[in-house]
Every structure is written in structure tokens, then in C-alpha cells.
């Protein structure tokens, strides 16, 4: 289930949304919710290589293997794909921006023990 962890630009203060957890539109749309949120080389690609993958395993089990092939790269995406979108995001210098508990459970989450997040006022 994809969870949401709310972000901010260290220099520039710009918020985005980051996401973590199995990405169900992903699974069903591969790249579109890449393309979506701007990552149009990466969702291209997906889109790409699940379609030839899923034509590949229609050449070999008929019609049925188009939804089949589709859903198993979309498997496979949907897995991975919030954790690359969220962790390219805070390499291009966003930093948590959520509640203390959200933060701590993104980082545990996303793997980013070091990740340190905004200081909020107040």
C-alpha cells in the first residue's frame, strides 16, 4: 500500500509529496504514474519495457499472455518504483518534511537511517 511523506527542498523551500510502500497504479498503469508525477524518461521506459516483455509472453502463450506479461513487469515496478522516486527526490536535495512519527517511519521505510529532516517552526 503506498504511503504518502510530505518533502521539502532544503534550499529552495519547494514541496513535493513523496511516496513509499507497493504502488498499485503502478502495477496496473506501469509507467503512467511516472509520467504523471514529471519522471517522463523513467515512465517512458516502463511503459516500454512492459510492453515488449508482455509481447514476448503472447508469442509464446497466445492473447493471454498480454495482460499476463504486463502484469508481471507491473509486479515488479510496482514494488520498487515509489522507493526510486522518493530517494531520487531527496539526492536532489529534498529533506522530510512530515510529523516526527511519519518522518521516522519513511526513513525506516525507504532505508535513510541518515536522512535528516526539516526543522519546522514552532
Known amino acids: 500500500m503506498t504511503t504518502t511523506i510530505q518533502l521539502m527542498h532544503a534550499r529552495s523551500g519547494l514541496a513535493r509529496t513523496g511516496f513509499y ?51 508481471v513487469v507491473g509486479g515488479v515496478w510496482g514494488s520498487v518504483y515509489n522507493r526510486i522516486y522518493t530517494t531520487r527526490l531527496i539526492a536532489r536535495g529534498y529533506k522530510l518534511a512530515d510529523s516526527d512519527e511519519n518522518n521516522a517511519r519513511a526513513q525506516r521505510a525507504l532505508g535513510l537511517q541518515d536522512t535528516v529532516a526539516v526543522q519546522r517552526a514552532g
Open 21 to 71: 510502500g507497493f504502488s498499485g497504479t503502478s502495477l496496473f498503469f506501469g509507467g503512467l504514474p511516472a509520467i504523471a508525477r514529471g519522471d517522463l524518461v523513467m515512465g517512458f521506459g516502463i511503459c516500454l519495457i512492459g510492453g515488449v516483455f508482455a509481447f514476448l509472453v503472447a508469442l509464446g502463450l497466445g492473447p493471454l499472455g498480454l495482460p499476463l506479461g504486463w502484469l
